[in-house]
């Protein structure tokens, strides 16, 4: 059945975003900055986005916001996102992502909304109380990424199910108005293997993931700490008390473990039962000194290069300028197209 359908033949597209929530840490690099930036290398045409419309689906403080944006854009410079390469920008600079989310609000199902788990999650017990636009979150998304008829999309694990949702999206907009065509091509997710990052976790809790919004700073490694920081962090990072085992089966049930020796593996790219083979039988006393200093020796460049970039934030906001423009330039032959196949007004 699914031979039966057109197959979008244009050309390939990678597109990301992050929230601009407070700084970014080693979960956001390993799990989708650092692919960002590998993704660079093809020939592919990269848009990095910084999604403050996404930020304003929960309560926030207008005077932070466009400081915030301007942090998230120099974290993406700094882990080496090329500005020369990649259009680097706010998604509010490009109005066609709003106008685009309307239309596939007219063509998302209210039932597939409602199986999205990162809206659950959020919303919390009270959802009643949720904005609309929490709830609809997932849908600007899939505008963020068909705008640009983007193929690939480098992010965590966590992400998953939002991109499915926007396939999903992308092949009801086809069969609805294409006449036949692939007009949207199927956005392909790009998430790292597990184990090697796709899901880094709390430093407090091997359960929980590692995330901007934990109220203690001391469950995640951020992008702009400093050496002594990131030692102490992951020197009172939660471990138990037994070995390292031979095995990564052997991590099933030690969540602490297993993600420390996920991280090392992420840090130094090597695979958990290398590090494990290398490691086996010493405790958490000799492991995480040695996690510490591959830690610092990683962040340090990158937490460098983001001071000198927040410095100068006309650089920046520079940066911000050229990339709306190549953003905006790319998104209005697909807005234009979309208009056309929804039957809109032409006056
Ligand atoms: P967020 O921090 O939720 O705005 O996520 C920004 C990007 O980083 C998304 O692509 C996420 O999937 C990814 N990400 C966030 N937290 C983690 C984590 N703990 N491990 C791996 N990837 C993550
Ligand atoms: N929802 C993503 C997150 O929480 C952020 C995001 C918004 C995004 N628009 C996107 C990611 C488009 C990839 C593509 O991390």
Not at 191 to 219: E, F, H, Q
Request: aromatic share 6%; glycine share 8%.
């Amino acid at each position: 059945m699914s031979d039966a359908l057109p197959v979008y033949t244009g050309p390939e597209r990678i597109l990301s975003g992050m929230q601009p929530t407070g700084g970014l840490h080693i979960g956001n690099y390993l799990g989708a900055l650092k692919h960002w930036v590998r993704l660079q290398e093809g020939k592919a045409d990269c848009f990095y986005c910084v999604v403050d419309m996404h930020a304003i689906t929960v309560a926030h403080d207008p005077a932070d916001l466009p400081g915030r944006v301007r942090a998230a854009a120099a974290a993406y410079l700094a882990a080496g996102v090329d500005p020369s390469r990649s259009a680097v920008f706010a998604q509010s600079a490009v109005p066609a992502h709003a106008e685009l989310a309307w239309i596939f609000q007219c063509v998302a199902r209210l039932g597939w909304l409602e199986r999205m788990t990162q809206f659950k999650d959020k919303a919390g017990k009270d959802a009643e109380r949720a904005s609309v636009g929490l709830f609809t979150y997932p849908v600007l998304q899939a505008a963020d990424i068909l705008i640009y008829k983007a193929t690939h999309v480098p992010v965590g694990e966590d992400q998953k199910q939002h991109l499915e949702l926007s396939r999903d999206i992308a092949a009801r907009f086809n069969r609805d108005f294409g006449a036949g065509e692939a007009v949207l091509p199927l956005p392909e997710p790009v998430i790292p293997p597990s184990g090697a990052g796709a899901r880094i976790m709390s430093l407090k809790d091997g359960t929980a993931k590692m995330s901007k919004s934990d109220p203690s700073d001391n469950s995640r490694i951020n992008l702009n700490d400093d050496a002594d920081t990131i030692a102490r962090k992951i020197k009172k990072a939660k471990t138990d008390a037994e070995p390292l085992p031979a095995s990564t089966a052997e991590l099933d049930a030690r969540p602490e473990a297993r993600n420390l020796v996920g991280l090392y593996a992420a840090l130094t790219g090597v695979s958990a039962q290398a590090v494990l083979d290398d490691h086996a039988g010493q405790g958490f006393g000799a492991f995480t000194p040695k996690l510490a200093e591959i830690a610092v020796e990683f962040i340090a460049p990158i937490a460098g290069e983001y001071a000198r970039l927040i410095a100068d934030p006309a650089e920046i906001d520079r940066i911000l300028t050229s990339g709306a423009e190549r953003a905006r330039a790319a998104a209005e032959p697909v807005i234009a197209q979309v208009r056309g196949l929804v039957g809109y007004w032409k006056g």
